[in-house]
């Protein structure tokens, strides 16, 4: 099977292949990005009604140990593994689609249109772990010894999850003040190598590749989402999407973009299955960036830069970058100045007939709140999804009777301080005697009441309620 499963550059004229086993993080001819590629002529063409059956006979054990996991149970449209035992998987991808009703009332959609892919279900939080299953299987197929990442939090506990679980030295980069406390606990609980380096994401990450191509002696593994292996992995959110809805394709995409690594995943995921056969039509794709840290949206939206049959204009990308401008969000997840999936991301937006808006920090939190306060609850990067699908509801851009579908990449236990600030004014990091006690301000902050030991003045505030 794996002679079936190549490396491809993603430059049109390029187009050079390479073979599944080797690591690469970039085309050794050109420079530019790796899809991974599948002969899909030489392979059996999967079925919806496969994969249903699936779920009569996952287990965590035995022959249904792949069926247990959400990712691995669409193993036909990620076919670069050779063969089973190398999978990598603890039961990733148990995630499920929430028709969010009440959320949509409040933020302008008719109810049964509205829908939450709640991806903080994960084993470590996040949507993360959907990409690092599938890279880990890579590394265990190339026998890498040390897989390394850097990470603005979820990576890094995904990271470290999967490490400690596959018995290899785990090792993360982060950026110095930058991590969300949830994520960092779970990095140090795992037990990985944790470097807080002196500087932003995008520095961490230009140490760890240079460390990757000048210490090749180390055998490390790259494992942030320039490698494509992961975005295999993460194809398989748009699977269960398209599960949950007997197969029937939705009208929108609503995701995050912080790297870009999910909007590269999802375009190549419907571009795969129409070719299969199994699709029809492609949902339109809105990538929504955090107003403190929006290259994209610079880019596409303000400056017009298409992916252009593969043709896209460097120049614009290299000037953004030449500027260093520093980002800014608390949406710490997609706080990332130079994306490094950017031109995979552009392909996406051109594929399904894509958008870019970005929203305000303030407007993030408060759509976090909402999405708390109507039952499912979400980090703060990843309500940029429902505040972004909101405002293209307002714009007329989304209809009112279309399907929708908003990624929540994160749980909401990720980052308590960003939560607790917001609903009572007080920043938790800052030393607890001395923080200052400000009202909060968002307008759905939901104030913790002092009360008095004293039952009729408790009953008093509970009725005044
Ligand atoms: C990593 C991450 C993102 C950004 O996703 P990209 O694929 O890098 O655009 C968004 N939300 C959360 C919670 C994340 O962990
Ligand atoms: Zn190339």
Redesign the pocket.
């Known amino acids: 099977m794996a002679d079936t499963a190549y490396q491809q550059c993603i430059h049109p004229d390029c187009a050079a292949t390479f073979e599944v086993d080797r690591v690469l993080t970039a085309c050794p001819k050109c420079g530019a990005l790796l899809d991974v590629q599948y002969d899909w002529d030489r392979l059996p063409v999967p079925r919806w009604a496969d994969f249903e059956q699936r779920w009569a006979s996952k287990g965590a054990q035995g022959r249904g140990r792949l069926d247990f996991s959400g990712v691995w149970r669409f193993r036909e449209l990620l076919p670069f593994y050779g063969n089973d035992d190398r999978i990598v998987t603890i039961g990733e991808g148990r995630t499920n689609l929430q028709d969010a009703r009440e959320l949509a009332r409040q933020i302008g959609f008719d109810p049964g249109n509205l829908f939450l892919q709640y991806?903080g279900l994960n084993p470590t939080g996040?949507?993360?772990d959907n990409g690092m299953t599938a890279a880990f299987t890579h590394a265990r197929m190339v026998g890498a010894r040390r897989v390394a990442c850097a990470s603005?939090?979820?990576?890094s506990a995904s990271l470290a999850m999967f490490a400690a679980h596959a018995g290899l030295q785990g090792i993360v980069f982060i950026g110095s003040g930058k991590i969300a406390y949830g994520k960092l606990s779970q990095a140090l609980d795992y037990g990985t190598l944790t470097l807080q380096v002196e500087g932003d994401f995008d520095a961490c990450l230009r140490n760890l590749r240079d460390i990757v191509s000048e210490h090749p002696e180390l055998g490390i593994y790259l494992m942030n989402?320039i490698n494509p292996f992961r975005l295999e992995g993460?194809k398989s959110i748009m699977y269960r999407i398209l599960e949950a809805r007997d197969w029937r394709v939705p009208d929108w995409i609503v995701?995050?973009?912080?790297?870009?690594?999910?909007?590269?995943?999802f375009g190549k995921a419907f571009g795969e299955l129409r070719q299969l056969g199994l699709i029809g039509r492609l949902p339109r794709l809105a990538?929504i960036q955090a107003a403190g840290a929006d290259p994209l949206y610079t880019l596409y939206h303000e400056q017009g830069l298409r992916w252009n049959g593969g043709r896209w204009d460097h120049s614009l990308r290299d000037d953004l970058w030449a500027k260093n401008i520093a980002v800014r969000t608390v949406?710490s997840?997609?706080e990332?100045g130079k994306?490094v999936?950017l031109p995979k991301?552009l392909r996406s937006l051109e594929l399904m007939d894509g958008v870019v808006r970005e929203v305000d920090d303030e407007t993030i939190l408060e759509h976090k709140a909402l999405v708390g306060r109507y039952g499912f609850g979400?980090?703060p990067?990843?309500a940029?999804s429902v505040a972004g699908a909101r405002l293209l509801r307002e714009e007329g851009v989304i209809d009112a009777d279309a399907e929708v579908v908003c990624i929540l990449?994160?749980h909401q236990l990720?980052d308590p301080d960003a939560t607790v600030r917001y609903h009572t004014g007080i920043d938790m990091m800052a030393a607890q005697e001395t923080a200052p006690r400000c009202d909060p301000a968002g307008r759905a902050s939901n104030r913790p009441i002092p009360v008095p030991d004293d039952l009729a003045a408790i009953v008093r505030v509970i009725e005044a309620h």
């Open positions: 991806e996040s949507f993360k603005t939090g979820n990576t989402s993460q995701v995050p973009g912080g790297n870009l690594g999910n909007s590269a995943a990538v949406a997840a997609i990332i994306p999936n991301c979400c980090e990067a990843s940029a990449t994160g990720k």
